[in-house]
C-alpha cells in the first residue's frame, strides 16, 4: 500500500484530480489523502466543482486564501511543510501550474519527497507569465514527470530530464470532460438563458495581461460590443477580471451577458454547444479541442501547441482587427466542424498514471513494458 498526496489549490486543479481520485482512491495498492491549500476558496470557485465533479471533501484544507504571489505561494509553504512533517506520504502529486502547484513542489523536495508532476513539460516560452514560472520551478524538481501532449515530452526531454522518468499518459482534464459531457448536456443552462445551438459565443477572460492594462481591457472591452452587435456574448467573469471592470466602470451593452463564474457542469454544456469560444485559459483551448469547437485564444503564445496543430484553436492576441477578422471567418463556416482525435485524450490518462505508479512502485517490468506497448511511456 503506497501513500499519495494529492494536491490541488485553484479552480483548474479540480479537473485534474477528480479523475485520480476515483482511479487511486479505490484501489488496494494506494491510499490517497487530498489537500485543498484554499487558494481558491469562493464558493463558485471552489465548492461548486467540488460538486459538479463528484470530489469527495478535500481531507484537509490549508485554507491560504488570496494575496499577492509571494504571499500566497509562502503561506501555502509554510501550511503545507507542516501537513508533510506530521504525514509523510511515499508521493506527493502536484497538478498544473499554479502558485499551489509550485508551493507544495518546493516543500516536498526539500522535505526529501519523492515528486509527481501532472501536466509536466508544457511551455509558452513567455517568462511574463507567472504559469511558465510555476511551470519551469515545479519540473526542475519533479522525480516523475505526466505528460499530457507531445510538446511537453520533447521539452523535458530537451531540459535534459530523462526519458525514463517521463510518462506520456494524456489529458486528466479530458478524463473529466468526457466522464462529466452527458450529465452537462442535462445541465438546463442553455434553458435557463434562452440558448440555442450554437447561436451564441462563450467568452472567458482572466490572464492579468489583459485584465490588468486598462487599455488592453478596455479594447477587448470594444471587440466584445462589436460581436455582441452580431451574436449574443456569453461571459461568466472571474473575480479577478470582476474587479478590474467595476474600476473601469465597464458594464454591459445590448447583446452581452454578464453572469458570475458558472460551476463545471453548466460551463462544459455552454462550452460544447457554442459558434465559438474566446478565452484566455489553457484548459478551455484543450476542452474546446477536445470538443471540435472553434476557439479563438486572446493570447500571443499556448503552453498548449497541439490545440492549434490538431486543434480548433487559433491564436489571436489582443488586437482587435485579428479578433474580429478571425471571428467572421469562424461566422461564416458550416455548423458542424469535425472533431479532431488527439493521441491519449481518450478518458483514460488516470488508468494510465495508475499504471505507471503501480510499475514505478513495484518496479515491475512486466506492468511498464505493457504500458509502453500502449504507447502511454516513452524511453523504456
Ligand atoms: C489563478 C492561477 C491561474 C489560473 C486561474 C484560474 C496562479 C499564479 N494563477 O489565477 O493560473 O488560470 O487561477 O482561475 O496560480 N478570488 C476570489 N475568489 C477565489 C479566488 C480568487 O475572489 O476563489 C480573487 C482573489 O482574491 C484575487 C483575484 O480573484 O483578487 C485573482 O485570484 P488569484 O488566485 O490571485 O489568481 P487567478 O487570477 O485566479
Redesign the pocket.
Known sequence: MRRIMLVAG???NFMKVAPLMRELRPHPDFEVRLIHTG????PE??DLFFRDLGLPEPDLNLEVG?GS?AR?TAEIMVRFEQVLENDRPDLVCVVG????TVACALVAKKLGMLLAHIEAGLRSFDRGM??EI?RLATDALTDLFFTTEESGTMNLLREGVPPEKIYFVGNLMIDSLRHHLDAARRSGILDELGLGLQDYILVTL?R?SNVDEPQVLRRLWWVLSKIAVEIPVIFPI???TR?RLENLQLTAVAGMRLLPPLGYLDFLQLMSSAKAVLTD??GIQEETTALGVPCLTLRENTERPVTLSLGTNRLVGANPENILSAWREIRSRPAISPTPSVPLWDGRAAARVREALQGFFNRDDTADRHYAAAGGQVGK
Open positions: 485553484a479552480r483548474p487558494q481558491h476558496f469562493s470557485m471552489s488570496g504571489h500566497q501550474d499554479v502558485n499551489s507567472p504559469e510555476n482572466h492579468p472571474h473575480p479577478r474587479a485559459s489553457g
